[in-house]
């Protein structure tokens, strides 16, 4: 069997998401790239990997954390809304859409340098707890609960 045969035909949008995730994340390694060169955080040349903090900048520290602790819920995320996206294709984009809009938001915020702006992308918490809640409904269907 054809696996589009398996999906439903609005699994699309699910897929142009996770799509947009990857931009985002894109975006801000990108972002961390350049501030590594703005700020000259060079690599440890002992060990010739880069030093993910600056002892003297904290404006950098912000960017590298911005990326760092996107990277740290991504994996999470990734299997909420797939799990969600199997059984609520529509329901879990507009939810991914909307965490991954809020990590710019997110970002942005952090890149001021005041860490405290980071929370400029707390309306995330709608999308990643959106897609839990999907999954959890997915699980106790596949259970017999409801």
């Excluded at 000259?40 to 040349?45: A, G, H, M, N």
Aim: charged content about 10%; hydrophobic content about 45%.
């Amino acid at each position: 069997m054809d696996i589009l045969e398996l999906l439903p035909s609005s699994f699309g949008y699910v897929i142009l998401t996770y799509l947009y995730s990857w931009f985002m994340l894109s975006y801000l390694g990108f972002k961390v790239g350049g501030a590594r060169k703005k700020y000259d955080v060079k690599l440890r040349e002992h060990l010739q990997y880069p030093t993910m903090y600056s002892d003297t900048n904290q404006v950098f520290n912000c960017i590298q954390r911005a990326h760092q602790n996107t990277l740290e819920i991504y994996p999470q995320w990734l299997v909420f809304q797939t799990i969600a996206a199997l059984v609520y294709p529509i329901s879990a984009s507009v939810l991914g859409a909307i965490w991954v809009t809020s990590r710019f938001s997110y970002a942005w915020g952090y890149y001021t340098g005041d860490p405290a702006k980071r929370m400029n992308g707390v309306y995330g918490y709608i999308g990643y707890l959106g897609v839990i809640i999907l999954s959890i409904s997915v699980a106790l269907q596949l259970l017999g609960v409801f």
